[in-house]
């Protein structure tokens, strides 16, 4: 019993930023791993971000190291994924998902999962 809402999508230009919010509700935030995924239309969905429930630990795909940066702020129950210097090709829809016990990158772990937010990145 877990809800997530993501916010922060929209359009932007090739090389801009988004910061992309995703808040929880109905359980207890601080227990859960968290990460952010994308689905490119074409392509199956891929893990971008994870990051720890305590938020030490944190895990990127080679492809955005150095331009996007998962975040969490138990007290808020919110997590973050910054987006910098955005590429036409990362053009997505872009999960928030929760998983109990330790952080990963495999979709089918996780327990719970946002409706999607629609980044689109223009050349």
């Known amino acids: 019993q877990v809800q997530l809402v993501e916010s922060g999508g929209g359009l932007v230009q090739a090389g801009g930023s988004l910061r992309l919010s995703c808040t929880a509700s109905?359980?207890?935030?601080?227990?859960?791993?968290m990460g952010w995924f994308r689905q490119v239309s074409g392509k199956e969905r891929e893990s971008v971000a994870a990051?720890?429930?305590?938020?030490?630990?944190?895990a990127y795909a080679d492809s955005v190291k150095g331009r996007f940066t998962i975040s969490r702020d138990n007290a808020k129950n919110t997590v973050y994924l910054q987006m910098d210097s955005l590429k036409p090709d990362e053009t997505a829809v872009y999960y928030c998902?929760?998983?109990?016990?330790?952080?990963?990158?495999?979709?089918?772990?996780?327990?719970?999962w946002g409706q999607g937010t629609q980044v689109t990145v223009s050349s």
């Open positions: 998902a929760a998983k109990r016990g330790l952080f990963g990158t495999i979709q089918s772990d996780y327990d719970y």
């Open positions: 109905g359980r207890t935030f601080s227990s859960y791993a």
């Open positions: 990051i720890s429930w305590g938020g030490g630990t944190t």
